[in-house]
């Protein structure tokens, strides 16, 4: 009899919490929208099933020494899984629309306005009692404004560890959701006129640009903001071994096998952060709005810098391209296509909402850079 | 940290981060422009590399006028490529 008892002591439906429970469900919410719902599935699901696994009573599989935790140790703590996935996203980067028409950067630039936007938020709620964040924190929910998700990782993992769960959760599904969050805010900027501007066929960029702009990006970078070296030096290095074109091997292992690889584990160790204590807290609800919050700005400056751009000359912008400065390689860049064919089926936006978007990869990582060396520093 | 003072580094924090962003592209724009410009005067002189990039550093690419005849060429590599296809069997 007394083993039995201890049987039943040692099971799951008896250890377990409510709050695993919940844990438990969410993380199989989070396993349904990737499924079946098709949202951001690459990541979801991975991060889904971390969760469940993170909140199995007794296994403590995300406690010390468990194998979710070691894989957070190693990768996220260190640094490491989010700069490899930037490294392979550089490799899969062309910066030739981009280069045909460097103003794009602009609006790049102009859509980090919602991460500082968002930081005031934070710091607003919190001055007004609501919730409790530092400044690291805010500057941490901020960055999901970037809408990049290596780029929230590693901030959150050097300024605000404790809310790295719900800040890479919060990121990858506004990711998912730029879909349906972006084009209302894009059609109430912008009227029919506007929407139907033609822009001027891109010039074709040469090979030896492509390989110089890496270089010319790293060395900007080094003397001008060295902490966003990390992300941005893996960015260009990936980018380089694709556009010089002479380790095709190399840059191919970054493009699939590596990142893919790196996904995997990115994706458990982000789940082992969904724990019951940490998440299931009003703090992750204020995060999610917040990153929600900083997503719409950011793309609504886009837009509006992309018609402020107008008025001051120069070959006219169609301002549905701003958008597409919220990083979200390439969703955003589609969304913009996708409007601009609805107003005008004879307009494609898609290769001239690139630019931005590649921007915006840029402009987010140098806003993580400012904000871990102003918080961090 | 004090209500009040987190506000203002808040504040700061934005403006400075901001105008850091905008300054960053700004020169990134710039210098990208310039080297453009560079890039395009040079390759008028020199000729632009490849579409597809010098795809290995072995690649042998023989030069107009190295080998005499295209058709002696041609029976070249077909010999050798009928001799491996044999020899492999």
């Known amino acids: 009899m007394d083993q039995l008892l201890q049987l039943w002591h040692n099971s799951g439906l008896y250890q377990m919490t409510p709050g695993q429970g919940i844990m438990i469900l969410i993380g199989m919410l989070l396993l349904y929208l990737a499924i079946n719902k098709n949202f951001e599935p690459l990541l979801l699901v991975p991060i889904g099933f971390g969760g469940v696994l993170a909140n199995i009573p007794g296994a403590g599989l995300a406690e010390h020494g468990g194998i979710l935790h070691l894989f957070y140790a190693v990768g996220i703590e260190s640094g490491a899984f989010p700069l490899i996935i930037f490294m392979g996203v550089g490799a899969m980067t062309d910066f030739g629309p981009l280069l045909s028409n460097p103003r794009t950067l602009f609006l790049g630039a102009a859509a980090q306005f919602g991460i500082f936007v968002t930081l005031m938020g934070a710091v607003t709620l919190s001055t007004l009692g609501v919730f409790d964040f530092s400044l690291a924190d805010a500057a941490a929910i901020g960055i999901i404004g970037g809408a990049d998700g290596p780029t929230s990782i590693y901030v959150a993992s050097k300024l605000a560890p404790d809310l790295l769960g719900a800040i890479a959760v919060a990121s990858y599904s506004y990711m998912a959701l730029v879909p349906l969050i972006q084009p209302p805010i894009m059609r109430a900027l912008t009227n029919d006129a506007e929407r139907k501007i033609k822009m001027v066929q891109q010039r074709h960029v040469s090979h030896r640009e492509k390989i110089i702009f890496p270089l010319i990006l790293l060395l900007l970078v080094a003397f001008l903001l060295p902490d966003a070296a990390p992300l941005l030096g893996m960015f260009c290095f990936g980018n380089l071994m694709k556009e010089c074109a002479v380790v095709d091997r190399l840059s191919n292992t970054t493009q699939n096998s590596l990142i893919n690889t790196v996904t995997i584990f990115l994706g458990l160790a982000v789940g082992s952060k969904l724990s019951a204590d940490k998440f299931l807290d009003l703090t992750t609800l204020g995060i999610l709005v917040l990153g929600m919050v900083a997503f719409s700005i950011g793309t609504a400056s886009g837009v509006i810098m992309a018609k402020l751009m107008n008025k001051l000359g120069g070959s006219q912008i169609n301002p549905l391209i701003g958008s597409a400065g919220v990083s979200a390689v390439p969703m955003a860049a589609r969304v913009s296509n996708k409007l601009g064919l609805e107003a005008d089926p004879h307009n494609f936006l898609l290769m001239h909402a690139m630019g931005p978007n590649v921007a915006g990869v840029i402009g987010s990582a140098v806003a993580a850079g400012i904000m871990i060396n102003y918080v961090g520093g | ?89």
């Not at chain 2, 905008?22 to 990134?28: K, Y």
């Open chain 2, 1 to 89: 940290m004090e209500a009040s003072s987190l506000m203002e580094e808040g504040i700061s924090l934005m403006l400075f981060g901001m105008g850091f962003v905008f300054v960053f592209l700004t020169l990134l724009v710039i210098v990208t422009t310039l080297m453009s410009w560079v890039v395009t005067k040079i390759e008028k002189n020199i000729g632009a590399i490849p579409e597809g990039g010098i795809s290995s550093p072995t690649t042998f690419t023989p030069r107009q006028g190295l080998l005499k005849d295209d058709d002696e060429n041609i029976i070249t590599v077909l010999t050798a490529a009928v001799h491996k296809y044999r020899s492999r069997k």
